[in-house]
DNA sequence: ACCTGAACACCGTTCAAGT
DNA sequence: ACCTGAACACCGTTCAAGT
């Protein structure tokens, strides 16, 4: 009875850490999973934590292979498929896109990486088997990489939300921009976006989303056509 | 000669601190910007900043302002001319990306930034309103605004750099990499990647950034003329 | 092998105080 | 009006020490 038997706690792990991250992440955002917080919601120390990653950016590293294993588990079973190349690329690309939007965080860390995670690049790489299948040249399947971009992952960096851009602003102030914008004033008035819900974070709709990835794709489907011609 | 004149120093300023942050970041990257080093290279203390500015938020969006006003002055003197909408519109995206080049922290600082900077918002405008006089229906204007994305202010995140792949991997890594991803690895052994110099820090080199563009922007030219046709 | 306490060098930021 | 010293609450990380 003096010695009184301490709680049992469940043993740490690489991806009991890992976990903890994501989850931390997830609910109170990217800022929040501090060394510090992630062992707190763990039970432990901080410095418990440097047995299982080596640092904080192996601990991203970490977390950026968790996702992108996600994904790939979801290309995989579609690989039985992919006989037309763009209705594969697209549903990839969107299967990938549903996960991201799962994780708002997601697009931070992966372009925060500047090591090459394999996960990342195995994904990309039964992009280009799909495209190679599908008649690209390899040339051709280089330049369809770069032009999607992040974009081949399911997600686009939009610089530009007209939705959040009246957060804050009164009348005063939306008056006078539309006088110094007129075009997208105009252009706005008549669009009317009034599609609330973009989950990422940025005005980046699904369809607006859809919209660019066909653009592309489409594009994409003419050179490989005129190169086949030619 | 009891009391020594004091070096008299130049009294601080929004600019001068805004200028002291980009100088730093320019040469020692971004994290170097901290308040502490921006005031010492301005020989004064990091509390004095905040005369100036609000906080680090507010320093990043007067960063942002110096370089927007940066771009904004190109663009406007291109104003002048405009009449193909497909040329001036290359034209004024490959000048942001000029300007860009010269900064590798800009494309970070600009995602980072949740409120609407006027400056980029004007940008913008300028974009929508050649597009109109190129002869856009506002929907589409909008849509293209969507495709180009980050592309429009000059960069393009790219989650693959096969020139930095290699980085820090001897040859057994490679030909385990390469067994796992045998497309790419085919791929990249054909397109033979020897462009060296990405400045940007990704594999987002020149002419893959104006393949990329000039795909996009013949995309919406065939939506523009099909518009106009039906 | 696994975990931690104490400590270090950094952050951004507040606030009362100096000139 | 302009600048600063001292202090606070937070980081990531190291290292020697505990079990």
Redesign the interface.
Known sequence: MATQAAEPRAPLSRERVLLAAVSLADSEGLGAATMRRIAEALDAEAMSLYYYVANKDDLFDGIVDLLMAEINAVVDRDEATGRDWKQAMRRRILSAREILLRHPWAPKV??SR???R?A???Y???L??LM?SGGFS??L???A???L??R??GF??????PN??A??ADDRMLAD?AE?????A???A??A?DDPDSTLGW??DQS??E??LD??L???DR?RQGAATS
Chains 1, 2 share one sequence.
Request: aromatic content about 4%; overall charge negative.
């Open positions: 992966l372009e500047t090591t090459m394999p990342v690049v195995i990309h790489d039964r280009v088997g190679r390899n040339d399947a280089h330049h990489l770069h032009a971009g992040s081949a992952l686009s960096q939009e610089l530009f939300d959040g851009a957060a804050g921009l110094q914008v007129p075009n997208l105009g252009m706005l008549e669009v976006h005005c980046d607006e989303f919209f660019s653009l592309i489409d594009g994409l050179l």
